[in-house]
């Protein structure tokens, strides 16, 4: 299975958010996992941020956590 990251605590604050930013840091972090190495990268979110993680890859797995396959990185999801 190799190395799995967890993602905790992402938020924005409510003026800077629908501008990209939150999209970028992600995108920025999930590269960089599996650059160094991790296969699977993990993850729960609220309702409001759901699509952003979709958008990202991500897939709901067990115990409603959104998992993504990191060997996968930089490719729409």
């Known amino acids: 299975m190799g190395a799995v990251g967890y993602i905790q605590w992402v938020g924005t604050v409510a003026r800077c958010r629908r501008r990209g930013y939150a999209q970028a840091v992600m995108q920025a972090l ?5 650059e160094v190495g991790f296969t699977r990268v993990e993850l ?9 993680y979709r958008k990202l890859g991500f897939e709901v797995a067990a ?8 060997s996968r990185a930089g490719q729409p999801g």
């Not at 999930?30 to 599996?34: E, K, P, V």
């Not at 115990?63 to 990191?70: M, Q, T, Y």
């Open 30 to 34: 999930i590269d960089w996992l599996a």
């Open 44 to 52: 729960h979110t609220s309702p409001a941020a759901a699509d952003l």
């Open 63 to 70: 115990g409603a956590c959104l998992r993504l396959d990191a």
